[in-house]
């Protein structure tokens, strides 16, 4: 059964988008049933251009990847959340609306990261902040990916995500 992960962050412009394609690209190169999907409370619409090329750069296909309201996963026909990851503080802060999980409400755990686009230094230097965002986020990734996700009960997955979240 496919482990559905939601990562959201504000704009679901930059964070959470290296975070879904960390995620998909790891899983599907360990093999594991883990499935990405990455929204916004107030999307932006678009996708930062430094957040793609980041991706591009470690051949992660982003083609299909749009910026989305995390209203798409409210309701029934959405798909099955197991986890929930905030990546930036402001998301974190929001009332999350009520999604629908497997079984019950899913986990949900706060993994923050600066934003990238916020750094100075020209284009080379976001360039830089956003490969290092990648580079830290896909750490966390390989950790959530480690987890016998299948075999673990609520409690220890929190736990488990907790932990994560402090490393």
């Given amino acids: 059964m496919t482990t559905h992960v939601l ?3 504000t704009h679901n412009s930059a964070r959470s988008v290296l975070s879904e394609g960390m995620l998909n690209h790891l ?3 360990l093999g594991k049933d883990v499935r990405a999907h990455s929204a916004g409370s107030a999307p932006s619409g678009r996708l ?8 591009h750069n470690a051949g992660i296909d982003t083609s299909a990847y749009r910026s989305k309201s995390w209203d798409e996963f409210t309701t029934p026909e959405a798909p099955p959340l197991s986890i929930v990851i905030t990546v930036c503080d402001s998301a974190a802060a929001e009332a999350c609306p009520v999604f629908f999980g497997g079984q019950g ?7 923050g990261y600066p934003d990238p686009s916020n750094v100075e230094g ?3 230097g976001k ?18 990916l480690a987890l016998p996700l299948q075999d673990m009960d609520r409690d220890a997955l929190q736990a488990a995500l907790n932990a994560i979240a402090r490393s």
């Fill in 7 to 9: 990562i959201l962050c």
């Fill in 27 to 29: 899983a599907g190169l």
């Fill in 48 to 55: 930062n251009p430094f957040a793609l090329e980041a991706l």
């Fill in 105 to 111: 409400q899913p986990v949900k755990v706060h993994w």
């Fill in 122 to 124: 020209g284009d080379e």
């Fill in 127 to 144: 360039r830089r902040a956003f490969e290092l965002t990648r580079q830290a986020i896909g750490y966390k990734m390989l950790q959530l």
